[in-house]
């Protein structure tokens, strides 16, 4: 390990982590340059955690004499998703130049599937999931690879409707998540005041009140008839010490205000913007990230009229459970939910990627500079790339935006930039999407388009 006195010295003189990631290599090597090295540039896609790819790019500038082996040869894939893969990443203009190449035999051509919205995306993988199984796959062998969490929301919920087993890779399901549980309870208890649990968890979000102060209000207000109006009087506000009271009536002053509304994306928004937001960054790592479920949590709830409606389909979601099925005695099947990141290093035989719409994948934050778009490429890359025999990337036209109007959505400037002849376009067969392989695309519905 290098000495504490030389940490410092490298901390002073390079001001960043990728100068000092380099500096402790050249020191380690610095006396014999006996170093061997292993990477791949176009899987560099944790900048977020301070990884930088420009290591890999950069090492034959101070190793020259380094001798550079390439694993070109890939026994996962077959040629046309590596010919799809090595066309994407050659948009990236740095990166180091390598061409896959595989052993296996011509296969299926990656699969453009153009949706008429987000909801028919997900009622597409559900049905066309059962229609896999129908022709002899397993849940095993599929992965739905998305990427950020909250696009897993709705196609969560479509899989469970649908009771197709699931998992969700490196997570928990999104309505199991801590933050979308307290997100909730704020909304539970303004759909039914007597429901216990859900009060007892928000009033411990509050400083300095504990699970004693939590079961002392609930004691008080259980009493009433109408729990809520009992809440907001001073004599509740009274049972609280002189240090957590004022919390406690901010926090009732937001319980009245979300009694006035009625639809709830505008709760979820005031309960982030009054309350949730200080305390997701007080209490939670990766806030940032938990404040991007909430907002897709919002234009979720954006399609329901009535809190009632809203939480009738997240109840199912907590009720309906799709990991009861068994193929054995111990082994259980399921279709692997995950984002991309989580994703690195595995592989299945079919693999859906949904979203690809510029705003989602690309997402929003990564398309107004170069160097953020190119990890985003290689995000990309690295989904394609989890694939061994079948691929379909799916593109919703229309998105229903929180004022419940629908916005068009441009396709991935990531599809639209390589040869549409290294992907096939899917066509609606008896109700469900269906390759047709060497033939002209069929017209599709009004509400379907072709990429191509």
Known sequence: MLSEQFQHILVDEYQDTNAIQAAIVDTL????????????????????????????????????????????????????????????????????????????????????????????????????????????????????????????????????????????????????????????????????????????????????????????????????????????????????????????????????????????????????????????????????????DIRGLTNFAANYKTLEAFLADVTLADELSGETIETGPIEQEFVTLSTVHQAKGLEWPVVFIPWLADGRFPTDLAINTTQDQEEERRVFHVAVTRTKDELYLVVPQLYRTRSRTMVMMKPSRFLTEIEHTLTEPMVLDEGLPSLIAGKEPKALPDQFCNLT
């Open 29 to 292: 090597a610095s006396k014999h340059r006996n170093i061997a090295v292993v990477g791949d540039d176009s899987q560099s896609i944790y900048s977020f955690r301070g990884a930088s790819f420009e290591n890999i790019i950069s090492f034959k500038d101070r190793y020259p004499d380094a001798v550079e082996y390439r694993l070109e040869l890939n026994y996962r894939s077959t040629p046309e998703i590596l010919t799809l893969a090595n066309a994407i990443i050659a948009c990236n203009a740095v990166r180091l130049p390598k061409n896959l190449r595989t052993v296996r035999p011509s296969g299926l051509k990656p699969a453009i599937v153009t949706t008429y919205d987000h909801f028919m995306q997900s009622q597409f993988l559900a049905e066309y999931i059962l229609a896999l199984l129908d022709q002899g796959r397993k849940l095993n062998d599929i992965a739905i690879l998305y990427r950020s969490h909250w696009h897993s929301l709705e196609i969560q919920l479509e899989l469970q409707r649908r009771n197709i087993p699931f998992r969700v890779r490196g997570g928990l399901r999104f309505f199991e998540q801590a933050h979308m549980k307290d997100v909730l309870c704020f909304l539970r208890i303004i759909q039914n005041p007597h429901d216990e649990l859900a009060w007892l968890r928000v009033l411990k979000m509050l400083p300095r009140v504990g699970s004693a102060l939590s079961q002392r209000l609930w004691q008080y207000i259980d009493q009433a008839d109408n729990p809520l109006d009992s809440a907001c009087k001073n004599d509740a506000a009274r049972l609280f010490p002189a240090s957590a009271r004022q919390f406690y009536i901010d926090f009732t002053g937001l319980i009245g205000k979300l009694t006035k509304l009625n639809s709830p994306a505008e709760m979820i928004d005031l309960i982030l913007a009054d309350f949730y937001d200080d305390f997701l960054v007080s209490h939670y790592d990766g806030a940032h990230l938990r404040r991007e």
